[in-house]
C-alpha cells in the first residue's frame, strides 16, 4: 500500500465549476497535511494546510480532513483555467522530520 | 522567489562528468531536502539535513553525494551519472520539526539531462 494515494487523473472541470480533489494515507498518526500545486516544470507551491478534522477555507479553495477516515480532500471552487495544474497532496509522519507526497492529480479547467 | 534558490536551473551532463547543484535558503529555516522528480513518479525524498546533519539519506547510489556546510547552503555532488538519473531535482528547506501549518518551501529546482 502506498503511503499517500491520489487519483492521477486527469481531472476535466468546466471553468466556472467545483473541482474535488481526493488523497488518502496510511499512517494513522499523521500530524498534518498540505496541498501543494506544480505548474508544469515548476516547483510545487503550497495552497493549503490542515491538521484539524474538519473543514479549512481560503479564498476558492477549502481543504477537508477527516483523520478517523485517513481522508483529505481539496475543493476548489469557481475553477479557473489557472487552476489548471497538478495537485499534490503531502503527509507530516509522526517524527515531523519529513514530508510524504503523493504522485498528484492533474487538473484541467475547460473554458 | 521563494527565499530557497538553486542553480543552476538547466543542466546537461555526460555519464563520465562531474558536477554540482546548489541550493541556498534566505528563510532562516534548519532543515533542507533534496528531492527527486521523475516523469509521473511521486517526488521521492533523497536526503533530509537538520542543522548541517545528515538525518535521513533514503539509499540513494553513492553517485549522489550531498553537502551541507550550513544551514543555509546545500549542495549535491553528482558523478557518473545514469540516462535513468535525469530528473527535476528540487531542493526544500523549512523549520525542523516541520511545523504543522507551513510544510516547505521549495527552490525552482534543476532540470538534469543525463546524455
Known amino acids: 500500500q502506498k503511503e499517500v494515494e491520489q487519483n492521477s487523473g486527469p481531472l476535466s472541470v468546466p471553468e466556472g465549476a467545483i473541482a474535488s480533489l481526493n488523497c488518502t494515507y496510511s499512517d494513522r498518526v499523521s500530524q498534518s497535511f498540505f496541498w501543494y500545486r506544480q505548474y508544469s516544470g515548476k516547483s510545487p507551491e503550497l495552497i493549503m494546510s490542515?491538521?484539524?478534522?474538519g473543514d479549512k477555507e481560503d479564498g476558492r479553495f477549502t481543504a477537508q480532513l477527516n483523520k478517523a477516515s485517513q481522508y483529505v480532500s481539496l475543493l476548489i471552487r469557481d475553477s479557473q483555467p489557472s487552476d489548471s495544474a497538478t495537485y499534490l497532496c503531502a503527509v507530516l509522519g509522526a517524527a515531523g522530520n519529513k514530508l510524504t507526497f503523493g504522485g498528484g492529480t492533474r487538473v484541467l479547467v475547460k473554458p | 522567489e521563494t527565499g530557497v534558490t538553486q542553480t543552476p536551473r538547466h543542466l546537461v551532463m555526460g555519464m563520465t562528468n562531474k558536477k554540482s547543484l546548489k541550493c541556498e535558503q534566505h528563510l532562516g529555516h534548519n532543515a533542507m531536502y533534496w528531492y527527486k522528480q521523475s516523469a509521473k513518479k511521486p517526488l521521492e525524498l533523497m536526503f533530509v539535513?537538520?542543522?548541517?546533519?545528515?538525518?535521513e539519506n533514503n539509499s540513494v547510489p553513492s553517485r549522489f553525494s550531498p553537502e551541507c556546510p550550513n544551514s543555509s547552503h546545500l549542495f549535491l555532488h553528482l558523478h557518473t551519472l545514469q540516462p535513468e538519473d535525469s530528473a527535476l531535482y528540487l531542493c526544500?528547506?523549512?523549520?525542523?520539526?516541520?511545523?504543522?501549518?507551513?510544510?516547505?518551501?521549495f527552490g525552482s529546482g534543476t532540470r538534469l539531462t543525463v546524455v
Open positions: 526544500a528547506s523549512s523549520p525542523f520539526p516541520v511545523e504543522l501549518d507551513y510544510g516547505y518551501t
Open positions: 490542515i491538521y484539524s478534522n
Open positions: 539535513y537538520s542543522l548541517e546533519e545528515r538525518v
